[in-house]
């Protein structure tokens, strides 16, 4: 299984509203990514946990809490969002995230629209 | 400053043919360079990953070159399918393994019948 899920595929949240996008991957992979990409942009990284411990935070707003509940689970908490964060938010995963180049899976990302 | 450019920023060709897209980048220290396929509203999806010693290698119909005297890469695709209209997005290493990631802006491939 190289697959990495994630749900829901569309949101559509107000700016009070407080929502949670999920991803999963069961390839017994230690690192997990949060990126962020705007329409015809590439993608941005947000967070970084390695071996379930938030290595990386590229300065991203509090209203962005990222949770890694174990190895196979990541999760992005959003609340009190701003129209300016509808992005599409991509999840990816790899071996390790700091040793070797090992290759990077991407889920199909979650559509967000704050309204 | 880290960067990675890429050319064109746009293409388009006939089915069956080939096309070459570039990649320049200035990233320091170099550690890897890969190319991700992404068709639009989906994620990324890994084509090729190459290290400093690496100077060629495929996927299928996808080629990928890397000159890192020049810190150049290509991506050849031979044969071109309606499939592989995407984007393709140039990502350098910078550092050790995977993080940080530097992306191209992507060059956008349209295969037209």
Known sequence: DTEVTQTPKHLVMGMTNKKSLKCEQHMGHRAMYWYKQKAKKPPELMFVYSYEKLSINESVPSRFSPECPNSSLLNLHLHALQPEDSALYLCASSQDALRLPYEQYFGPGTRLTVT | ?113
């Open chain 2, 1 to 113: 400053k880290n960067q990675v450019e890429q050319s064109p920023q746009s293409l388009i060709i006939l089915e069956g043919k080939n096309c070459t897209l570039q990649c320049n980048y200035t990233v320091s220290p170099f550690s890897n360079l890969r190319w991700y396929k992404q068709d639009t509203g989906r994620g990324p999806v890994s084509l090729t990953i190459m290290t400093f010693s690496e100077n060629t290698k495929s996927n299928g119909r996808y080629t990928a070159t890397l000159d890192a005297d020049t810190k150049q890469s290509s991506l050849h695709i031979t044969a071109s399918q309606l499939s592989d209209s995407a984007s393709y997005i140039c990502v350098v290493s910078a550092g050790s393994g995977n993080t940080p990631l530097v992306f191209g802006k992507g060059t956008r491939l349209s295969v037209i019948a």
